[in-house]
């Protein structure tokens, strides 16, 4: 069974950065597009990055391209989100998906992402 564990979510200062991480086991890493997604209580799951199976292609929401990044490693099944410029709205509980078919590019569709991890916390307030 796919297992997608996020980490590193945390309490921020508004301009401040955090990076999370999801460590993902039990399929091929390397030949699955990787997607960042968050939610907020109460609202829809909205997508905030993806990447390509390669690494070689990223994606972002409009929301937050030029602050956040997204990368991978695919020698320790890894996929990281680099969040700089914290802003109040992007609190959300961030979750990290797994594309269901590999070697797919990303979608912000959620039901063609078939796996999803726990979720960590991220809240940003002074």
């Known amino acids: 069974q796919v297992q997608l564990v996020e980490s590193g979510g945390d309490l921020a200062q508004p301009g401040g950065s955090l990076r999370l991480s999801c460590a993902a086991s039990?399929?091929?890493?390397?030949?699955?597009?990787m997607g960042w997604f968050r939610q907020v209580l109460g609202k829809e799951r909205e997508f905030v990055a993806g990447?390509?199976?390669?690494?070689?292609?990223?994606y972002y929401a409009d929301s937050v391209k030029g602050r956040f990044t997204i990368s991978r490693d695919n020698v320790n099944n890894t996929v990281y989100l680099q969040m700089n410029s914290l802003k109040p709205e992007d609190t959300a509980v961030y979750y990290c998906a797994k594309r269901s078919s590999p070697r797919t590019l990303w979608t912000p569709v959620l039901a063609l992402y078939d796996s999803w991890g726990q979720g960590t916390q991220v809240t940003v307030s002074s």
């Open positions: 039990r399929f091929t890493f390397s030949s699955y597009t």
């Open positions: 990447i390509s199976w390669s690494g070689l292609s990223t």
